[in-house]
């Protein structure tokens, strides 16, 4: 898209003009006949919008500061200006303000041209940190500090670039024609590092969690994977489909000459000034290899329990139950429903200098400070159980498990909390009892089971309604059936459906949790003695206060955070 459009499309959105002066500025462009003035420049003219209300505006989008020379009002070192040889400065429309502490900062008119920043931390070899600023400042500030230079040791520059390939997310290089199969040409290899990267900034601009790479017998299809749903884009031509693999295999540390089995690996990513992990699938498949990358925000995991979308009740809940001496605490649900950020949130609730916490992943998703964490590689031997077994040797106070996967670690879990730890973990249940009867199905005793689960939380993710587009619902006979409710149930709740604006599209934007909180106490212990199906043990935790799943969404939607069709769609089959 053009930078130009893009950056007027996004004046639109935010309201700062409007359609008719845009159609204004179109019609004093076409009667002026000047075909070099831009539109944008034509919006300058019509004072519909200013240039600072552009920098101020891409600024905020892309998470950069601005910079005024003129308020400044100094000149830049000289130490700061050599840094940038002047034909690179010309080249990129950069200009360097200051350097601290090894970080170079460099005013542009783009912050969307992330290939210009990695291009300039390669050839630079040192951190390098975009500032937002006018294009006529910084066009003016080159010509004044670099008037002299000639630029003659240009192609040398261009030639070092092509010969490498710039690896955005780690500052590494690698060579192109060794690594990089089926390209013809290495100046070829630009456009595809664009390329890659662009897919990958779009995808965490719209808040994906997922980037599908799917090759079809005649096309490439790329998806996005947005609050939970699937959204195909734009995608790349067949083409270059092995291209766009290999700049992705190369990235993620993955054997290029391997074709035939799944390989995984990690990309890093810095985008809008956010630190990105991409945790990478590949996959063989009937027409090419098929590639998924979970973004991994570090930012969105280090979320309060508050954010989680407990209501008050539950939330307190909560906070009595990680805060028991001891005793294991499961959560269970379905991959991708959230368990992983609710674990982490409550360790960051518990990450205080008195407590030592160890956890035991596979794999380790996100770095938390303060807090020990252990890889698994079963290729190795290091198992969850074995993990667990050495892990308790570090005299904890809290083990996270990231999953019970077997008897033996499970058995080792068990030990842990009796000897007074206090365990979290994860399993692959649809509700909460069912967490009780999948332990004793694994081999684990009763009275083991009995004596050291204190809890267990079954959660779900439903999509939030959109705030600034919300519409009126009132619910259905059909729903309320398929619910199992009556309207006396939901009497007073006021119930919202999507609608769709220019900030979320399709209604919806974001996800919260749904959760089934389920306390044991001495009646469920009695049970588990007896060895009750999960049916028995269900109906005497609604009996002791157990709110379901599908109960905690319908308040929520009642609330109108979500809509019922959501709550239907995550629930119905788990409650039937």
């Not at 005013?107 to 951190?127: N, Q």
């Not at 003659?152 to 024609?177: A, F, H, K, P, R």
């Not at 664009?194 to 079809?216: C, G, K, N, Q, Y």
Request: glycine share 6%; aromatic share 6%; with cysteine.
């Amino acid at each position: 898209m053009d930078n130009d459009q893009f950056i007027i499309d996004l004046l639109l959105q935010q309201g700062i003009i409007s359609e008719a002066q845009v159609e204004a500025a179109k019609q004093a462009q076409k009667e002026s006949g000047e075909e070099e003035t831009s539109l944008l420049d034509a919006l300058y003219e019509s004072k519909a919008c200013t240039e600072q209300d552009v920098i101020d505006m891409l600024a905020a989008e892309y998470g950069m500061d601005t910079y005024d020379f003129d308020k400044a009002g100094k000149m830049i070192p000289t130490e700061v200006v050599d840094v940038i040889p002047g034909n690179i400065a010309k080249r990129y429309q950069v200009m360097p303000v200051s350097l601290t502490n090894g970080v170079l900062r460099v005013a542009m008119a783009d912050p969307g041209d992330f290939e210009a920043l990695d291009a300039i931390r390669y050839l630079l070899k040192m951190d390098v940190e975009g500032v937002v600023a006018s294009k006529r400042q910084i066009k003016k500030q080159i010509d004044l500090n670099y008037s002299d230079q000639s630029g003659e040791n240009l192609d040398t520059l261009l030639t070092d670039m092509t010969e490498t390939t710039i690896d955005v997310t780690q500052g590494n290089t690698m060579d192109t024609t060794a690594d990089v199969q089926g390209a013809e040409k290495e100046d070829d290899e630009a456009p595809i590092i664009r390329l890659v990267s662009l897919l990958i900034l779009e995808a965490f601009r719209t808040r994906a969690s997922d980037i599908h790479m799917e090759p079809m017998e005649k096309r490439f299809r790329v998806r996005y994977r947005i609050d939970g749903v699937l959204n195909e884009v734009e995608s790349p031509p067949k083409h270059m489909q092995n291209q766009v693999l290999s700049r992705l295999k190369l990235q993620a540390g993955m054997d290029l000459s391997e074709h035939r089995i799944p390989q995984d690996g990690r990309i890093r990513f810095s985008a809008m000034g956010r630190d990105l992990d991409l945790r990478v699938s590949d996959i063989p498949t009937t027409w090419g290899e098929s590639i998924v990358m979970r973004i991994l925000d570090k930012s969105g995991v280090m979320l309060g329990i508050s954010e989680l979308g407990f209501f008050p009740d539950d939330q307190e809940t909560i906070n009595n139950v990680i805060h028991f001496p001891d005793g294991i605490f499961l959560v269970t649900g379905p991959t991708g429903s959230g368990k992983t950020t609710s674990l982490y949130s409550f360790l960051h609730a518990l990450n205080q200098p008195v407590s030592k916490i160890i956890t035991a992943e596979d794999p380790v998703e996100y770095e938390l400070s303060g807090i020990n964490q252990v890889q698994i590689n079963t290729d190795i031997g290091m198992t969850f159980a074995n993990a667990l077994r050495a892990m308790l040797r570090q005299a904890p106070n809290i083990i996270m498990v990231g999953e019970i996967r077997d008897d033996e670690t499970g058995e080792i879990a068990i030990n842990a909390a009796l000897t007074g730890h206090l365990v979290f973990s994860t399993l692959h249940t649809n509700d909460a009892p069912s967490a009780i009867t999948r332990l004793m199905d694994m081999g684990i005793k009763p009275f083991l089971v009995a004596s050291s689960l204190r809890a267990v939380m079954a959660q779900r993710l439903v999509r939030r309604l959109c705030k600034s587009c919300p519409k009126p619902h009132d619910i259905t006979e059909a729903e309320l059936e398929q619910l199992g409710i009556t309207a006396a149930d939901v009497e007073g709740m006021s119930f919202k459906d999507p609608n769709g604006c220019s900030e979320c599209k399709k209604g919806y934007r974001g996800r919260m949790g749904i959760y089934e909180i389920f306390i044991l106490d001495e009646s469920i212990h009695n049970l588990i003695y007896q060895m009750a199906d999960a049916g028995v043990i269900r109906r005497r935790a609604m009996e002791i206060g157990m709110r379901t799943l599908r109960q905690d969404g319908i308040r929520k939607a009642g609330a109108g955070i979500t809509s019922i069709s959501e709550v239907i769609r995550l629930t119905v089959a788990d409650e039937n």
